[in-house]
């Protein structure tokens, strides 16, 4: 962070059942990626002091309602269903995050931009090159990502959105994924989607598609 105000930062332990850990090393070839959040936390931010979005457009309502669902529910339902591989998403961004994952599980991830969950309007804020911290995101992944031909870059642009109190990123065995998804939707979250897989090639790199 570059900013001329003085921050406090502090760390938080504690105690956790070895049973409900989970670890940005376990994820495996042919596990599915699952996001629990909409993205686009950043880009409304950034509008919001640029003058660009009054704090009671429906954007920035949606944006708020997001950043205030905790993650409680959605972390219950990866313990149901006994998904071990997950971290969430904050301001390193999804791709930010997803490198660090990949990278700790020995694997690649594929990411299909255009089944990213986003919050409503908000592409229309994503159309010019991103700024702040999201620009340093993309700046700072760029050597382990990978792009493929045609992509749509407005949406790939807010898979490095820097994310306030973002959602769940889980890798989640292909067997397990229609009814964890089935009880996110039954338990309201704000957005959820099946955005991706892990795979064997392209170790500790991100591929978007």
Known sequence: MRDPELKYGLSV????????????????????????????TGLVGSAIKGGKLAEDSPLVVAALASMEALNAAASEIFTKHGVKAATDVTGFGLVGHALSFAQGSGVGFEIEVGKLPLLPGVL?????????????????????????????????????????????????????????????????????????????EGVGRVRLV
């Open 13 to 40: 332990t504690g105690l956790v059942e070895i049973e409900n850990l989970r670890q940005k090393s376990l994820a495996r070839p042919g596990d599915v990626l699952v996001l629990t959040k909409p993205l686009g």
């Open 124 to 200: 229309d804020f994503a159309r010019k090159p991103l700024g702040g911290g999201s620009k340093a995101n993309e700046e700072a992944a760029a050597a382990h990502v990978d792009r493929a031909s045609g992509l749509d870059e407005v949406r790939a642009r807010l898979a490095f959105d820097a994310q306030t109190s973002g959602g769940l990123l889980g890798a989640v065995a292909p067997d397990k994924v229609e009814a964890l998804v089935a009880d996110l939707e039954a338990a309201g979250s704000p957005a959820h989607a099946v955005i991706g897989r892990v795979t064997a």
